[in-house]
């Protein structure tokens, strides 16, 4: 969507290696969340901002660390990347108008090898 | 906690076919519920949703009621084409939205065959 990119679209990394995930936005929501998407799982909260520099956990958080320095922009960090965090990662922003949307980037495959 | 079940596919259909796709949740209170759709390579888009009990979700010939009673929220279309070949997910949010984000189900793929 025009609103939310994510950066890069797609990375291969080495197990133990550290991986930063970005989320940009320009519709100037206060909530922002990171997801994963695995099969038979859907997708699962890992983090999520309710504003500048207030994050939560989510339901899969372990592993995973998050900063959000300024409004537009939200990172995920794999600390030391593991294969099982081998994934398709999206970020959402919302709710929008009417208070119940949420929009979505078009995602970031990693693969940790 | 809360949770979203939907049915599992992949859901195999010839186009012009009926279009049933389950979805019950669990939640205290009363929460809102959606239909969002994941083309191939792509990120999701939000198909419809529904605030209130008995609300009627539709778009591009989509339809899902808001069933309290039955904490459901099936969708449905009449007549499938080729295109509507994708994942479909149902999921849930508190109405006061909020940081609380979206409940998943996992997804059913739907493929529509000429």
């Known amino acids: 969507d025009a609103g939310i990119t994510q950066s890069p679209r797609h990375k291969v990394t080495e197990t133990g290696t550290p991986v930063t995930l970005r989320c940009h936005q320009t519709?100037?929501?206060?909530?922002m969340y990171w997801y994963r998407q695995d099969p038979g799982h859907g997708l699962r909260l890992i983090h999520y901002s309710y504003g500048v520099k207030d994050t939560d956990k989510g339901e899969v958080s372990d592993g995973y660390s998050v900063s959000r320095s300024k409004t537009e922009d939200f990172l995920l960090t794999l600390e030391s990347a593991t294969s099982s965090q081998t994934s398709v990662y999206f970020c959402?922003?919302?709710?929008?108008?009417?208070?119940?949307?949420?929009?979505f980037g078009s995602g970031t495959r990693l693969t940790v090898v | 906690g809360n949770s979203v079940t939907q049915m599992e596919g992949p859901v195999t259909l010839s186009e012009e076919a009926f279009l049933t796709i389950n979805c019950t949740y669990t939640?205290?209170?009363?929460?809102?519920l959606f239909w969002y759709v994941q083309y191939p390579g792509e990120g999701l888009q939000l198909l419809l949703k529904a605030t209130k009990a008995d609300d009627k979700g539709s778009n591009k010939g989509f339809e899902a009621t808001y069933r309290k009673e039955t904490t459901s929220f099936h969708l449905e279309k009449g007549s499938v084409q080729v295109s509507d070949s994708a994942v479909y997910f149902c999921?849930?949010?508190?109405?006061?939205?909020?940081?609380?984000?979206?409940?998943f189900g996992k997804g059913t793929h739907l493929i529509i065959q000429p």
């Open positions: 519709e100037n929501h206060r909530y």
């Open positions: 939640a205290t209170g009363y929460p809102s």
């Open positions: 959402a922003i919302g709710p929008g108008q009417g208070r119940y949307g949420y929009t």
């Open positions: 999921a849930l949010s508190w109405s006061g939205g909020g940081a609380d984000g979206l409940t």
